[in-house]
């Protein structure tokens, strides 16, 4: 079985998605980083859960959770499902010489266990569409967003179990917020 380490230097570290040519894109012509460490992995086995698939149709799910925006590479989905199969997480059988991948059950005890992670990866697919689309973020929020940071940084060390609770459930419940959008008031009359 292979290490984490291995499969990182495998891949590069790229997060395994190309830009679909279009407007501009981030500095070394790749557009911005999609998936954090190990959602890839998290996102490729939850699919597989839902369906035994090849490759290929991976592929193809995904870019279309993009709604075409980004495809993945062959070069990291391909390593990411040999990883998998080495963690005994898939299996990987042979189907007319392409290989069909279904779930284990080592691979859905995983996936029970990283249901909030999974909940994470989906939001922040949400998120990430929304900004290829062009709806990047105006200077207020990138402002907020420093603000955030700065806070957390300045938090450091003061990390009960009460508090870490606490915390995430703020972050999580505020990206989702944000995700969902605005609350729409019902219309309500001007009493007289």
Known sequence: MRDHHSHRE????????????GPARERGGRGPRVFAPGDLKLLLLALIAEQPCHGYDLIRQI????DGAYCPSPGVIY??????????????DADGGKKRYSITDAGRLSLSEQAIALDGVRMRIEVSKRSLRGQDRPAEIHEAV??????????HGRWSPE?????????????????????VQPFQEKAE
């Open 63 to 66: 870019e279309s959770m993009f």
């Open 146 to 155: 420093h603000n955030l940071r700065h806070a957390l940084q300045m938090h």
């Open 10 to 21: 495998h891949t590069d570290g790229r997060d395994g998605f190309e830009k679909r040519p």
């Open 163 to 183: 508090e870490i609770l606490r915390v995430r459930d703020l972050l999580n419940n505020t990206a989702k917020a944000i995700v969902d959008g605005p609350v």
């Open 79 to 92: 390593p990411t499902l040999t990883f998998l199969e080495e963690s005994e997480m898939i299996l990987g």
